[in-house]
């Protein structure tokens, strides 16, 4: 078993390395075995391809410890989250460019579903729609979270979730109003 993760992270280390270099579209696994002095058939026997190497990293560098921490509110997981990926943008900068089977954001979707259905049923009532809505602020979620990593610039995490929080709360303000609007007798329908 040491031995088995000893070799997944050096085929880590030198993807890795290699998307420093070159896009990850013309990186092979030919080339990934080359840059750790590993053969193919390795590479083969621990990962599917590049895709799922990828998706290796994000499980073990970010996934797993997630899972040990008790995160008191969503915006701790968030702040763990966008640190994480704010830390390594290089390299997720060019795993979330990625279209197509098997890219990282389709991953990233994946493992990010389950967290936002364990908060949201916190928050929204069971029944019919559940899911579409899960569903709904789990895009919401990965899809800013992709567009604020492709920035060129992409701002510090601290900037990025002080907007994020600030939105929200606009947003959820204003449709509790709009609702407490809606239900005062007198209102015009």
């Known amino acids: 078993m040491a031995d088995s ?38 590479f083969y ?12 990293i994000y499980d073990t560098e970010f996934i797993a410890i997630a899972r040990k921490r008790d995160y008191p509110t ?14 390594n943008r290089s390299f997720y900068r060019k795993a979330l460019s990625v279209r197509g089977q098997d890219a990282f954001s389709d991953h990233f979707r994946e493992m990010m579903l389950p967290a936002v259905a364990l908060r949201m049923k916190e928050i929204l009532p069971e029944g019919e729609g559940r899911e579409f809505q899960i569903s709904f602020f789990t895009d919401a979620i990965v899809d ?8 060129k ?11 994020l929080r600030s939105c929200i709360e606009h947003v959820a303000v ?5 609702m407490e609007e809606e239900t005062t007798p007198g209102h015009a329908e």
């Open 144 to 151: 800013t979270i992709q567009r604020w990593m492709l920035e």
């Open 174 to 178: 204003k449709v509790y109003r709009d």
């Open 74 to 87: 969503t915006w701790a997981f968030l702040e763990d989250l966008c640190g994480y990926f704010y830390e």
């Open 5 to 42: 993760n000893m070799t997944k992270r050096a085929l880590a280390a030198a993807l890795k390395e290699l998307m420093g270099e070159m896009p990850f579209a013309k990186i092979t696994v030919a080339d990934i075995c080359e840059k750790c002095d590993m053969n193919r058939k390795s």
């Open 153 to 163: 610039d992409c701002m510090e995490p601290s900037e990025f979730l002080r907007l």
């Open 45 to 56: 026997y621990h990962f599917r391809d590049k895709y799922d190497l990828v998706n290796w």
